[in-house]
């Protein structure tokens, strides 16, 4: 009786396995694969339809700039006009504005990865007789803010009539000097890069 010889055999499983690879690609693992985190999509835009008008007195629109993905962006706001047109001074229009930036964004923008600096109270008021024309006194000191605040508040006011001869003129509630800030395209790509004005001369020296 001959006796067959088992070398040289492929093992059972083997074959198997072969063809399940070749004839229907490899299988999925059952083991979680850790991809990292989902890319993280900041569009800071804010749809026309989610500003919300303030009831009551007669709303208009305005600009204000937030912080978004580290540089400023303007949204649109609206604020309420005085019921008494006589009452709406040059102060009183950019506190309004002030008043906007103190806010927490509402949740359209804060969904779309707006935030603000500016920290609240902030007050301003009108000029002393020794200030420049056009000046506005906070009640805080502006070299004193953070720079993405300052950023915010002076690239805000720019765009309003408290803007001087393409300059905001801002002053503290001490003796010194006022001095005049700007927006340049540099401060809005990188709002902590804003720095303090040198101080202007007493129109009265």
Partial sequence: MTRRSNRGAVPAALVLAGLALAGCGIRPTQIPVDAGPAPSRVPCEVSSADVVPQAGRTAVPVQVYLVCASQLVAVDRTVATPEDKAASSRVGEAQALVDQLQQQPPPAEHEAGFVTWVRG????????????AGTLRLNRQPEDLPAEALAQLVCTLMESRAATDGAVLLGGPGDGAPRAYTCPASVKDRPESMQPAPALPSPMS
Avoid at 121 to 132: E, I, K, T, W
């Fill in 121 to 132: 109270p902030l007050v301003l008021g009108d000029a002393r007789d020794d200030d420049p």
